[in-house]
């Protein structure tokens, strides 16, 4: 692992499309034109992404998603056994069709737009999922490499849709097998080759603990849930536990928010964090990306204040709303990195977004321009903090 100053400055992930590249995604989904015309868009793409963060002052830098069309969505296309589904196509096939109406109506979320991975047969790793993702930013860039993927409860849960998945595995517990041996095999190649960071999201998990009655709000990963959360959330841990389990050389996160579909606060879950907090120390992950910008996600001390979290976890805490047109002060993300401070070391303080800028393709929270001002004011934070906190 390379070696990080004190409060490493990161993205979640994702950044806005350009025109081009959603174009190209749009193109190379109808078959107008070749995988390898898709990637060199993509290529000039993540370039410019990456010359934003390197410019901004961003110390682990990622190749902000440009060749997926969302945080998930994407291993359709280097999975055996998965194809896409709009979520107006799940409406003909889900059990329960009037309540899913209402669901995508609650989330403001268009049923034409959002692309879900859906099992149609038995699911294999045909390509790698974002090791090629890697090595092109890898060679351009000798900063540290955060590679996003999604973790195994969120593909599981968004997978299996029991009308179309149930002909290859009857459960998803079944379908959740091969899922924790396709993410290991990324793992481990993502390790080989050198991956300094590899971040798993599992925003779903919000889903579960803020909705004891199983009302569904987290679209359609909500969609095979047990009805006891506990349960379900003590099986989420499990499948994340057996991924990372043995992958010590490099570094692990989880990432956790809220939701992250729409600029309309209103839709996206609240809570803190102190129903997740006891699943939250049984994981093996090293950090715990987290939103911490939004008054919805609760005061730290309801994650903070666990002793096996201070012990032994890294803190990845969200200081800047992908979402909001304000680009918060340097003044306000050092006091609140500073609040942080009270229960951990400096070197266990990491600064990033809530979430991404450009979760889905389609619908990116923010514009390049403000999204860039977020990254260069969280540098600037930092940097006054490690004056504040010599190494």
């Known amino acids: 692992m390379k070696s990080l100053p004190l409060f490493p400055v990161t993205m979640v992930g994702s950044w806005p499309r350009s025109p081009e590249v959603l174009r190209a995604q749009r193109r190379l989904q109808r078959g107008d034109i070749s995988r390898d015309d898709f990637e060199r868009v993509a290529d000039a793409a993540v370039l410019d992404v990456l010359r934003i963060q390197e410019e901004a002052g961003v110390d682990i830098v990622t190749d902000g998603e440009q060749r997926r069309d969302n945080f998930y969505s994407f291993v359709a296309a280097k999975l055996e056994g998965v194809r896409l589904m709009s979520l107006n196509e799940m409406l003909d096939v889900v059990e329960d069709r009037a309540g899913f109406e209402r669901l995508l109506q609650t989330l403001d979320v268009p049923a034409f737009s959002i692309l879900n991975p859906t099992c149609v047969g038995k699911v294999r790793r045909r390509e790698p999922l974002a090791l090629d993702e890697y090595r092109f930013l890898r060679a351009h860039t000798n900063r540290p490499i955060k590679v996003p993927l999604p973790g195994p409860y969120l593909l599981t849960r968004a997978m299996w849709v029991k009308e179309v ?57 909500a969609l095979a849930a047990r009805a006891d959360p506990k349960e379900e959330l003590e099986w989420a841990v499990s499948l994340i536990n057996r991924v990372v389990e043995g992958f010590d050389g490099v570094r692990t996160g989880l990432h956790i928010c809220r939701g992250n579909w729409s600029q309309n606060e209103t839709t996206l879950l609240s809570g803190s964090y102190h129903p997740l907090t006891p699943y939250l120390e049984q994981l093996k992950v090293r950090q715990l990306v987290l939103e911490f910008a939004t008054p919805r996600a609760g005061e730290l001390p309801a994650l903070l204040g666990s002793e096996v979290i201070r012990a032994h976890k890294e803190f990845g805490m969200g200081v800047v709303n992908p979402r909001t047109e304000e680009v918060e002060s340097v003044e306000a993300i050092v006091a609140r990195a500073g609040e942080a401070l009270e229960y951990l070391p400096p070197e266990r303080v990491f600064l990033n977004p809530d979430c991404g800028f450009g979760t889905f393709s389609s619908r990116p929270m923010n514009t390049s321009e403000i999204a860039a001002r977020k990254l260069a004011a969280m540098a600037q934070a930092a940097a006054v903090l490690r004056t504040k906190y010599p190494q």
Not at 175 to 194: P, T
């Open 165 to 221: 998945a149930g002909a290859a595995y009857p459960t998803k517990e079944a379908l959740a097998e091969d899922v924790i041996a396709l993410l290991r095999e990324e793992v481990a190649a993502l390790a080989d080759a050198g991956a300094d960071f590899i971040q798993f999201d599992e925003p779903v998990l919000t889903e579960v603990a803020f909705n004891p009655t199983g009302t569904r709000t987290f679209m359609c990963a």
